[in-house]
T-cell receptor
Framework: QQQVKQSPQSLIVQKGGISIINCAYENTAFDYFPWYQQFPGKGPALLIA?????SEKKEGRFTISFNKSAKQFSLHIMDSQPGDSATYFC??????????FGAGTTVTVRA | KAGVTQTPRYLIKTRGQQVTLSCSPI?????VSWYQQTPGQGLQFLFEYFSETQRNKGNFPGRFSGRQFSNSRSEMNVSTLELGDSALYLC???????????FGNGTRLTVT
């Protein structure tokens, strides 16, 4: 059973637009929430991560918003570029190396 | 600094055979984890090793096993292959506790 639920399954955004991916979890023991980006033929690459004591973290055009009470977190990609077209995975762990991944969101940025 | 290296990149095996996949972590990383990625089940945790000891194991049958050597390199073995074992097997390494995972590009296993 998926411990982290991710939506949408796919999205298409125009260049310069905002991509938003949402994730929800049930296990309140999770204390580490990373996002990974994966291109075809490559392994996932860490994009940005957050811990529950922070409500928002921004790195460049990527922002994680975290809502502990709702047990939800989301990734916002601002000013989306064609190079951002990839599959994005949210994940969660109890700092024991075992990451539970969401099902993934395929993002397509139209030029 | 070289990334996580997985060999081979592609493998084709027949049902009932066994297979061994290899992973060389980033220099200095002592933790190695393995994940299976399939279109249907997504990314699933197999096991994690630290200093040659398995610390965590996912919900996979005993046909899936692994080990880590003193130089932190790791191998994963799957015995009595089934069609459903066809997947991308990803290895990831990290320095130690609570540190980011760095993934390799995986080994694509096809079982016919």
């Amino acid at each position: 059973q998926q411990q982290v639920k991710q939506s949408p399954q796919s999205l298409i955004v125009q260049k310069g637009g905002i991509s938003i991916i949402n994730c929800a979890y049930e296990n309140t023991a999770f204390d580490y929430f990373p996002w990974y980006q994966q291109f075809p033929g490559k392994g996932p690459a860490l994009l940005i991560a957050i811990r529950p004591d922070v409500s928002e973290k921004k790195e460049g055009r990527f922002t994680i918003s975290f809502n502990k009470s709702a047990k939800q977190f989301s990734l916002h990609i601002m000013d989306s570029q064609p190079g951002d077209s990839a599959t994005y995975f949210c994940a969660a762990s109890m700092s024991d190396y075992k990451l539970s991944f969401g099902a993934g969101t395929t993002v397509t940025v139209r030029a | 600094k070289a990334g996580v290296t997985q060999t081979p990149r592609y493998l084709i095996k027949t049902r009932g055979q066994q297979v061994t996949l290899s992973c060389s972590p980033i220099s200095g990383h002592r933790s190695v984890s393995w994940y299976q990625q399939t279109p249907g089940q997504g990314l699933q945790f197999l096991f994690e090793y630290f200093s040659e000891t398995q610390r965590n194991k996912g919900n996979f049958p005993g046909r899936f096993s692994g080990r880590q050597f003193s130089n932190s390199r790791s191998e994963m073995n799957v015995s009595t292959l089934e069609l459903g074992d066809s997947a991308l097997y990803l290895c990831a390494s990290s320095l130690e506790a609570i540190s980011p995972l760095h993934f390799g590009n995986g080994t694509r296993l096809t079982v016919t």
